[in-house]
T-cell receptor, first 115, second 114 residues
């Protein structure tokens, strides 16, 4: 089955540590995204990438970093500079068809808890 | 509809009834809209989408209505089932000067009573 795999499902870290969340897709989608979800709020875009070796900041990129070395993979690092890292993180991918937007397909998320 | 603070609006319906979930969007220039369903502990699942040149689109047991005059989107679920219980949220695409940028609402909780 094609889809997006995020791992791990739950992650616990001490404050001051960097942590990397994995996202892999086998949908052959060009674009990949990272969102953060907090209770009672809409998804907020952290970073996105439309092509290998290129990525753009979203609305809340501070304290995060990404890489896109392969089309299938878009890992997110939550650095110690992120002031409020505890959240549910969602990875998504989509097709790119010229300028036409298409639905995002989401993984099942990673819940990060930092204490 | 949209949420305020930590509390999402909740819609409770009896199994077998129809459900209508509403969403007020913000940008009159938005050209594309999506409805997602999110079950507890899972990622959002695509339900149905609609482009701004349409005012209605039907899927299997679901219908999306778009009223651009009042910037309102609704999702109708026919014969609601217990498996429909989830958080539903809409997303609008800020086109034009924004390029393509999806903006998500916080969601509405749907509870189905058996």
């Amino acid at each position: 089955d094609g889809g997006i795999t995020q791992s791990p499902k739950y992650l616990f870290r001490k404050e001051g540590q960097n942590v990397t969340l994995s996202c892999e897709q086998n949908l052959n989608h060009d674009a990949m995204y990272w969102y953060r979800q907090d209770p009672g709020q809409g998804l907020r875009l952290i970073y996105y990438s439309q092509i290998v070796n290129d990525f753009q900041k979203g609305d809340i990129a501070e304290g995060y970093s990404v890489s896109r070395e392969k089309k299938e993979s878009f890992p997110l690092t939550v650095t110690s500079a992120q002031k409020n890292p505890t959240a549910f993180y969602l990875c998504a991918s989509s097709k790119l068809a010229g300028g036409t937007v298409s639905p995002l397909h989401f993984g099942n998320g990673t819940r990060l808890t930092v204490t | 509809g949209e949420s305020v603070g930590l509390h999402l609006p909740t819609l409770s319906v009896q199994e077998g009834d129809n459900s209508i979930i509403n969403c007020a969007y913000s940008n009159s220039a938005s050209d594309y809209f999506i409805w997602y369903k999110q079950e507890s502990g899972k990622g959002p699942q695509f339900i149905i989408d609609i482009r701004s040149n349409m005012d209605k689109r039907q899927g299997q047991r679901v219908t999306v209505l778009l009223n651009k005059t009042v910037k309102h989107l609704s999702l109708q679920i026919a014969a609601t089932q217990p498996g429909d219980s989830a958080v539903y949220f809409c997303a609008e695409n800020f086109g034009g000067e924004y390029g393509n940028k999806l903006v998500f609402g916080a969601g509405t909780i749907l509870r189905v009573k058996s």
